[in-house]
């Protein structure tokens, strides 16, 4: 069965830094592309960051482009968002999620696992 769960969000100010945390579980035998995704309050859910299981990493556009930073710990197979010069439009529940299929793909459609979320809010 497979498993993601996150961690590390909260109240935070801008210009803060934070470090979100995703743990998997369930996971053998493929590639996979895990991201990032972000929903804000009354949004659609948007890609935020991707990383492969070599490590390789893609950023979203300009909105996080230089502030945010995905990582992976392959032998915890935990995944990693740092996150600074924090906005407040940066408000969001920040989601975990999974691709099996390994390729490079930003549609929420594409991933087919995902975590139950941990929420940021930040304060101008």
């Known amino acids: 069965q497979v498993r993601l769960v996150e961690s590390g969000g909260g109240l935070l100010q801008a210009g803060d830094s934070l470090r979100l945390t995703c743990v998997a579980s369930?996971?053998?035998?493929?590639?996979?592309?895990w991201a990032w995704f972000r929903q804000a309050p009354g949004k659609e859910r948007e890609f935020v960051a991707a990383?492969?299981?070599?490590?390789?990493?893609?950023l979203d556009a300009d909105s996080v482009k230089g502030r945010f930073t995905i990582s992976r710990d392959a032998v915890k197979n935990t995944i990693f968002l740092e996150v600074n010069s924090l906005k407040p439009e940066d408000t969001a529940v920040y989601y975990c999620?999974?691709?099996?299929?390994?390729?490079?793909?930003?549609?929420?459609?594409?991933?087919?696992?995902w975590g139950q979320g941990t929420q940021v809010a930040v304060s101008s």
């Open positions: 369930g996971l053998f035998g493929k590639t996979y592309v």
């Open positions: 990383i492969n299981s070599s490590g390789g990493a893609a």
């Open positions: 999620a999974a691709d099996p299929s390994g390729s490079w793909r930003t549609g929420v459609e594409n991933y087919d696992y």
